[in-house]
């Protein structure tokens, strides 16, 4: 299945690190396509995340290709850094593949108890650092990132009660949006979140 907006984000990847090795590029490019990503955009969040996955593809938000935390020599962000955050948001597509987007969005939807849905999250969340952190060790074997490139997610160190606000934040706007549709399905869910993260929401 073709990713769409895969060819032109990998292309802009080789413009910002023309260094980059074409074997580390075709890696990436096999990494995302497996995890069934149906797109993939980048654009200026409102919102301060960095990217945003949902059940139909991933959001980067344009500053992971010019964080302000870049050295001022390269004036670029961290590769490194920069590819922890992507391996961290598809890891969050097979996530989506493994489990069914209904599952994924259930914590949302469902009259699931708060706490136990934010201790999923985070347990969702802590599964894509840890698996981030381990595919970047991979590029340091492989010579593809220099020694000492290591990563660490912060999600583990998250609070609960952080994912229980977003919980409830998003039922909140839910029933406040209720008027408009129905959002307690995976395409209206979604699309509160792509509200979120969007700069100027389409509606
Ligand atoms: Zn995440």
């Given at each position: ?75 670029r ?7 922890f955050?992507v ?52 590029y ?64």
């Amino acid at each position: 299945m073709p990713v769409t907006g895969l060819d032109s984000f990998l292309e802009r990847i080789e413009n910002t690190w023309p260094k980059l090795s074409i074997k580390c590029l075709d890696d990436l490019r096999r990494f995302i396509e497996n995890s069934n990503c149906g797109k993939i955009e980048v654009f200026k969040f409102k919102h301060p995340a960095l990217g945003c996955a949902l059940h139909d593809g991933v959001s980067f938000n344009e500053n992971i290709f010019d964080h302000p935390s870049s050295s001022a020599l390269s004036k670029r962000v961290p590769f490194a850094f920069f590819l922890f955050v992507v391996f961290h948001e598809i890891i969050h597509q097979y996530q989506f593949k493994k489990y069914s987007a209904e599952k994924m969005y259930s914590y949302y939807i469902d009259d699931i108890d708060v706490s136990t849905a934010a201790r999923e999250i985070k347990r969702l969340e802590m599964v894509a650092d840890r698996g981030a952190e381990r595919k970047i060790k991979e590029y340091i074997q492989r010579g593809w990132l220099p020694p000492g490139s290591d990563q660490k997610g912060h999600y583990r160190n998250a609070p609960e009660k952080a994912f229980e606000g977003l919980i409830h934040q998003i039922k909140n706007l839910i029933k406040s949006e209720s008027h408009l549709r129905d959002y307690k399905n995976v395409v209206g869910i979604s699309e509160l979140f792509y509200d979120m993260i969007r700069a100027n929401p389409i509606k």
